[in-house]
């Protein structure tokens, strides 16, 4: 790159592909409340695939029964999708948004 013809020197070009810009927006995987699973069942799921602690778990498994749904994890598709695969073999429904 020739540096005497760009107006910004000390800025460099790059090519962006569409599919890495998608990638980065971020999403949210969302979890919702059921009449099955328990409180601890919940709780134990999210500390497992969501990494939380047992206190943000607990957080979480609260606003998701007393709201209806909670966003337990934001991130890229590519990193939420085995998390939200994960959440519904465990009997939870869940969903990136």
Do not use: W
């Not at 460099?12 to 592909?17: A, H, N, R, T």
């Not at 699973?37 to 607990?58: G, P, R, W, Y």
């Not at 609260?62 to 519904?88: D, F, N, Q, W």
């Amino acid at each position: 790159m020739n540096h005497s013809n760009n107006p910004f020197p000390y800025i460099e070009e790059s090519e962006v592909l569409v599919e890495d810009l998608i990638d980065i927006e971020s999403n949210d995987l969302i979890v919702y409340n059921d009449e099955f699973n328990t409180f601890d069942h919940v709780i134990k799921i999210l500390m497992k695939v969501c990494k939380h602690t047992s206190e943000q778990a607990e957080q979480c498994a609260i606003t998701i029964h007393y709201r209806g749904k909670c966003a337990v994890k934001k991130g890229s598709i590519t990193e939420l999708k085995p998390m939200c695969e994960a959440i519904l073999d465990a009997g939870i429904q869940a969903e990136i948004v």
